[in-house]
């Protein structure tokens, strides 16, 4: 009976050791030696595969640093940074189970994913808009009625867009991509007549299209999101060293240079330029480190 009694209390002393540890990040890395990294494979030039397992872009190469920067702090003379890709539908259920301890994609801070997970200070502002065909007389959303409109699974694109005022009164079609490169694809083989999502997105996408002058963004700006690196709940001491780093990054000018080698100069594959300067709501983001949600942008 006392052995049986030792085992119970042993099982629950290691469950309860692994709980902890689930919950302090930064002990599970310097006991484990390793890091997972959520990555993504077409989010435009905040997080990109180029393939054969190499992922890129401007919030996974601000990742890498933010990890470096963890490495220095727990004093590792080595790191593992494992790379697990992600998509929309199942980015947070990844965090939330321990599969993934950083993602830096493109997932929006909001409310409703708040109460599941923590977010990093926002590192770009984006806005969603409607990308379509240059030739296919789409201006705006009223010009959408009738239409088919892709998105992509997992995302809030097309339920900012029918909540719009101005579309009110607009019935269209929707059609779901399983990511965001396949979203594309459903514009460019004319399954789709627009794509909406994030603006990086799009035009990381049309960067990379065959013929990207058959291509613009047009339209009004749908809604303005807070993008950020996402992370457990109650886990301050990862947070703080994530955000640590973040902040670093901005003081010593070195994320501007990341964002001028990603969006403003040519980048992989193709060697063409993204083109979208930064806006002046991530530099006000930059200049006042803050977790926001997207909420309370809208109140403004």
């Not at 259920?93 to 909001?110: A, F, H, I, K, R």
């Not at 460019?188 to 049309?206: H, K, P, Q, Y």
């Not at 040519?266 to 060697?271: K, L, M, Q, S, V």
């Amino acid at each position: 009976m006392k052995k049986h009694l030792l085992a119970i209390a042993i099982t629950v002393l290691a469950a309860g050791s692994a709980f902890a540890q689930a919950n302090d990040t930064l002990a599970k890395i310097k006991s484990s030696g390793s890091v997972t990294m959520g990555v993504r494979e077409s989010s435009g030039a905040l997080a990109y595969t180029l393939g054969d397992g190499k992922y890129v872009g401007f919030h996974t190469e601000m990742a890498e640093r933010i990890l470096d920067d963890i490495q220095k702090q727990l004093g590792l003379a080595k790191l593992d940074i494992k790379r697990q890709p992600v998509t929309s539908q199942n980015r947070v259920p990844l965090v939330t189970n321990g599969t993934v301890d950083l993602e830096c994609g493109s997932t929006t801070n909001n409310a409703t994913r708040a109460k599941d997970v923590a977010f990093a200070v926002t590192t770009y502002v984006e806005e969603v808009r409607i990308a379509t065909k240059a030739k296919s007389g789409i201006q705006s959303i009223k010009d959408l009625s009738g239409k088919t409109v892709a998105t992509t699974t997992g995302t809030t694109s097309v339920q900012t867009l029918r909540k719009n005022e101005r579309a009110n009164g607009v019935n269209f079609k929707e059609v779901l991509g399983k990511d965001h490169a396949d979203s594309f694809l459903l514009l460019e083989t004319g399954r789709a007549d627009a794509f909406v999502m994030d603006g990086s997105i799009l035009a990381g996408n049309i960067s990379k299209a065959k013929n990207p002058a058959d291509y613009k963004i047009v339209g009004e700006v749908l809604s303005v999101e807070p993008i950020a690196c996402m992370m457990r709940k109650d886990d301050p001491a990862f947070k703080k060293a994530v955000d640590d780093s973040i902040k670093r990054q901005i003081a010593d000018g070195s994320l501007a240079k990341l964002y001028d080698k990603w969006f403003m100069q040519p980048i992989p594959p193709t060697g063409t330029k993204v083109g979208l300067p930064m806006s002046e709501a991530t530099k006000d983001a930059w200049a006042h480190p803050n977790d926001k949600p997207m909420e309370d942008y809208a109140k403004k």
